[in-house]
């Protein structure tokens, strides 16, 4: 646990990355895995996240970003798109994954897709909308974790126009809308932040044990 808290410790919201520096494809993949395990509600996992490494496409990224270095001197970056509504074929999709990794009849499964219907599917899809874009929160905070256990720096990131991004990455008008972007890489020797005491607040004063 020590090494944990060490490393959460060691990890910031670096500004200025080594854009020289790049993640191994066995890094990417520890971290594809942590976002592919995170908790979601339900098990839905109601996001796609889009890799992207490919020079002339940061640049792009850069531009709808509010022109923020991260996009493109970063190695890779993560951009998690939520779903704007879930519908029944989506709920029996994911019911159909639960038979095949469980070995459960999917029929033992209606007691299950009645509720997901009910809380989920019948909701107002503007509900579902922030719904999953605060599960795609979660998932980063998987991939911030993670990454700080690689020793591998990153920025979660806000400020972008999201429009933009989805018109990028060809998901302008589909069921996807961008929601967090985390950059990640290895920072720069500049960037003076990495030097900074971290700043949180006293444990007195954040948990209540009750």
Excluded at 154 to 172: R, V, Y
Aim: glycine share 4%; proline share 2%; hydrophobic share 40%.
């Amino acid at each position: 646990m020590k090494n944990y808290i060490d490393n959460l410790n060691w990890r910031y919201a670096t500004k200025k990355f080594e854009s020289t520096k790049s993640l191994s494809e066995e890094t990417v993949e520890g971290l594809l895995q942590s976002i592919q395990l995170s908790a979601s509600s339900y098990g839905l996992q109601p996001y796609e996240v889009f890799v992207v490494s490919d020079k002339e496409t940061k640049e792009q990224l850069r531009a709808a970003g509010w022109n923020q270095a991260q996009f493109t001197d970063a190695s890779h970056i993560f951009i998690f798109a939520g779903l704007k509504h879930l519908d029944e074929n989506y709920i029996d999709s994911y019911l159909e994954n639960i038979s095949k990794i469980r070995d459960i009849p999917v029929q033992d499964l209606g007691a299950l897709k009645d509720m997901l219907i009910k809380n989920i599917v019948k909701q107002p899809k503007e509900e579902q909308k922030q719904w999953a874009q605060k599960q795609s929160y979660l998932a980063l905070g998987n991939l911030l974790s993670a990454a700080a256990n690689l020793k591998v720096d990153t920025c979660p990131m806000e400020g972008f126009d999201a429009k933009k991004i989805d018109e990028i990455l060809g998901i302008d008008g589909t069921n996807l809308s961008t929601a967090v972007v985390a950059a990640a890489g290895y920072r720069s020797e500049e960037d003076a932040l990495q030097h900074a005491k971290k700043v949180r607040k006293e444990t007195q004063e954040l948990f209540h044990l009750i």
